[in-house]
Each structure stands twice: as C-alpha cells, then as structure tokens.
C-alpha cells in the first residue's frame, strides 16, 4: 500500500516570498491533516479535512496561510507572504473512515521542511 | 481547549534501563489515545488506545491508558539505540476525528 506522498521535501525561500506544498494521501482516506512542526515542538494542527470539506481550521493563520482539497483527494497548503516565523517541518497526514464517525490511526508523510531566510 | 502534556520533555538513559514515557490530557469528547515514535521527520504509529486498563503490547513496548485518570504511558524495556527518538502522544476526539499532540518526549538512548 502507497503511503501519503508529499513535496517537495525540502524548501528554501526569503521571507515575504511564496511556498506551496503539495500532498497524497493514500488511496480512500477521507480525513486529511496539515500539521505545523517547529523544532523542539509537537505537530500543531493546521487544518483537518473530511473529504474535500474543512473539519477544523481554528489554528491556521488565515492572513497568510490557505489550504484546499479539491475532489477530497490532493491537498495543496500555500503561505503568502512567509515569515521567518514559518521555518518548520510541514506534514500531512491522512486516516480512513470506518463508520459511525470513527477513523483509523493517522498515517503521515515524509514532511517538507520549509526554511525562510 | 485541548490539552495533551507529555513528560519528561527529554530523558536519556544507557542502553538495556527501562523507560517510563508520562501522557496526561483533558480533552472533550475523548475517543482515543495515540502513541506515535518520530525519528526524522515523519511519525510512525505505536499504539492506539481506546479502553482503560487494557495494555497493548508490541515486542519491548507497552502501554496502557487510564480513562478515569486521564492519562496514559509508554513503557520501553531493554532500551537500544534504536529507540532514541521524540515519543508523540495524541488525543483523538469522537464525531469530528481531530488529532492533537502533545510537544513529544526526546528520548535518547546511550551506547
């Protein structure tokens, strides 16, 4: 079974610049996370999809931060303009529905790690 | 609002000691606790723990949740190099499937 893609794997960028990454979940997951990780931190919840309509985005900077997925599959998370403040590991994850409002264990991507400078 | 607190936030042992991994959490609508290890940049699943009293177990590691108590811990015996890693524990809410984690415990394991 393919796990959840992610890229690009690393990113270099100035701050007041533009990044998007890019995420697969794997194949007929319906619940989608983008998580925050800045080191020495644990994965602070971004936004969390249920098929392509948003669960929870309470802790993503609206100013800067955005996120879609279209047809409930792909997800893409883009920060205009970044700041330092943004240098972190961005990972996505994903679990299945198995009814009744109950899922399976999140499984999660390789990350991207974003530097700004 | 949610909270999950895991403790120590670092330890480090020689290798073969025994560890004790510490999660306690106040969550609304708690339907599960997760154990997740995270050695570079994406976290693997340990354990998901859903009833109180019950431990799971998988080779070295262990754990156990407490319901009534609110919270839960990651046993790891004969440590290895191998198990030097940051210890995730999350709390999963029932009806909206929302995963928060705690900061994690960086474990490392002396030769």
């Known amino acids: 079974e393919a796990g959840v893609a992610q890229s690009p794997r690393y990113k270099i960028i100035e701050k007041r610049q533009s990044v998007a990454f890019w995420c697969n979940p794997i194949?007929?997951?319906?619940?989608l996370y983008w998580y925050q990780q800045i080191l020495g931190q644990g994965p602070k919840l971004l936004i969390q999809?249920?098929?392509?309509?948003?669960?929870?985005d309470s802790q993503l900077p609206k100013d800067r931060f955005s996120a879609e997925r279209l047809k409930g599959v792909d997800s893409t998370l883009k920060i205009q303009p970044a700041k330092l403040e943004d240098s972190a590991v961005y990972l996505c994850?994903?679990?299945?529905?198995?009814?009744?409002?109950?899922?399976?264990?999140?499984?999660f991507g390789q990350g991207t790690r974003l530097t700004v400078v | 609002e949610d909270k999950v607190v895991q403790s120590p936030l670092s330890l480090v042992v020689h290798e073969g000691d025994t560890v004790t991994l510490n999660c306690s959490y106040e969550?609304?609508?708690?339907?599960?606790l997760l154990w997740y290890k995270q050695e570079k940049k994406a976290p693997t699943f340990l354990f998901m723990l859903t009833s109180s009293g019950i431990e799971k177990k998988s080779g070295r590691l262990s754990s156990i949740l407490d319901k009534k108590e609110l919270f839960s811990i990651l046993n790891i015996t004969a440590t290895q190099t191998g198990d030097s890693a940051i210890y995730l524990c999350a709390v999963l809410k029932v009806g909206n499937e929302k995963l928060t984690f705690g900061t994690g415990t960086r474990l490392t394991i002396i030769p």
């Open positions: 969550v609304t609508n708690f339907r599960s």
């Open positions: 994850a994903s679990s299945l529905e198995i009814g009744g409002g109950w899922g399976t264990e999140a499984f």
């Open positions: 999809f249920q098929n392509n309509g948003v669960v929870d």
């Open positions: 194949s007929g997951h319906a619940t």
